[in-house]
C-alpha cells in the first residue's frame, strides 16, 4: 500500500478508537510507519487527514463495506441484515473495541468545521441511500405506509447504537439484541406487506 | 449552586458537548466560574472530575430526566416516548449540538480505565432498566414473544443513533424519523398483542 492510502486507513483506525482529539499526527506517521515528514508533506495539518479519511470512506464504501457484506446475497432484506452482521463482524474482530468511524467522529467533534460537517453528513446519507435501495427493492414485500428513506435511516441509528452499547459493554449481546429486535419489526411489516392493505382495515 | 455541583454539571456539558480529550480542566473551571485551585482541590485529575461526573449522572438520571419527562404521564408506552420527546427537546434547545453525555463519552474513550467503562455501562444499565419498567408495565398490550430487555435496549439505541444523525446534520429530521418509525412498530406490537397470540396462528 502506498504511503498516502496507508497514513488515511490509519487515521480512520485511529480516529474512530481512540478519539480525534487524542490523536497525535505523530501517532499516526508511527502506526502507519511513515515517516513524520511525508505525514506533513500529504497533510500539513490534522485536519487535512480527517478530510482525506471522510472522502475515503464515502468513496470506498462500496468496496470496502457493501461488496463484502453483499456478496452473494440478492435478497434486498436480506442484505439489509448482512450489512449489520458485517458491523457484527467488525466487533468481533476487534473484540468490541470497533467505533464506527463516521458515528465516533460525528459525536466528538464539536462544531466541526463546515467541510467536515459536511463530509460526516454525507457519508450518513449514503448509508442511509444505499440501505433505502434495498427496501426500494423489496418492493410490495414492506407496506405502502413505510416510508422508505425513514426506514433507512432507522436501520443505522440501530446499527450505530448498537455499535456503541456494544463497545461500552465489550459484550455483543446489546447489538445482537438490537437486531433481533429489528429483525421481528421487519417480519411484522413483511406480514403487513403480504395482506396488501394496512391501517383500520387490518386493524379491526 | 454549590462549586462542587457546578463544577460537575460543566464538566458533563463541556464532554458532551466538545468531548473529553477537547476539553481541559482550564476549561471547566473557566466555564464554572471556579477558581481553578478549587477545581485541582475538589478532583486531582481530569479522570476523578469525570468519574464524579458519571456518578452524579446515575444518581440523578431520575430527577433529572425521568421525572421532567413524565411528569403527568401515566400510561407505560406513552411514557417511553416521553422520554424520547425529552431528548427532542435537549435538541431543540441546543440547536441539535446536543449529545447525550453517556453516549458521546462511550464513543471518545478507547479502552477507558475500569471504573470509568464500568460507569459507563452502568448508566446505559439503568436508562435501560428504568424503560424496562415501563414494557413490563405495559403487561399484556405487548406481545408475549417480544423480549422486554432487548426492546428496552433497542429504545436505547434508537434514542442514541436518532441524537448522533441530528447532531450531525444539525436538523431534527432523523431523529424525528427514528421516533416515527419506532412509534410505528409499537403500534404493530400492540395490535398483536391485542389479538392475544402471535407466530403461525396470527401469521396465517
Not at 480527517?50 to 468513496?59: G, H, K, Q
Not at 470496502?64 to 468481533?92: C, M, N, Q, S
Not at 466541526?112 to 410490495?140: H, K, M, T, Y
Amino acid at each position: 500500500m502506498e504511503t498516502r492510502a496507508r497514513l488515511i486507513e490509519t487515521g480512520r483506525r485511529l480516529f474512530a478508537s481512540q478519539g480525534y482529539n487524542a490523536t497525535t499526527v505523530a501517532d499516526v506517521a508511527k502506526e502507519a510507519r511513515a515517516h513524520p515528514g511525508s505525514l506533513y508533506h500529504a497533510f500539513p495539518t490534522k485536519q487535512d487527514l480527517l478530510i482525506a479519511v471522510l472522502e475515503d470512506y464515502f468513496a470506498q464504501f462500496d468496496a470496502h463495506v457493501l461488496e463484502p457484506a453483499w456478496a452473494g446475497i440478492d435478497d434486498p432484506i436480506e442484505r439489509v441484515f448482512a450489512l449489520l452482521a458485517l458491523y457484527r463482524k467488525f466487533l468481533t474482530d476487534t473484540e468490541c473495541l470497533f467505533g464506527c468511524p463516521i458515528g465516533s467522529l460525528a459525536l466528538e467533534l464539536h462544531e466541526p468545521d463546515p467541510a467536515v460537517r459536511e463530509l460526516l453528513a454525507r457519508n450518513f446519507a449514503n448509508w442511509i441511500a444505499r440501505v433505502q435501495e434495498c427496501l426500494d427493492a423489496a418492493g410490495s414485500r414492506l407496506p405502502v405506509h413505510i416510508d422508505r428513506q425513514h426506514l433507512a435511516s432507522f436501520v443505522l441509528t440501530t446499527m450505530e447504537g448498537g455499535v456503541m452499547l456494544a463497545r461500552t459493554q465489550r459484550d455483543l449481546a446489546a447489538f445482537d439484541a438490537a437486531v433481533a429486535i429489528l429483525r421481528d419489526y421487519f417480519s411484522l411489516l413483511e406480514t403487513v406487506g403480504a395482506r396488501g392493505n394496512y391501517g383500520r382495515a387490518w386493524l379491526g
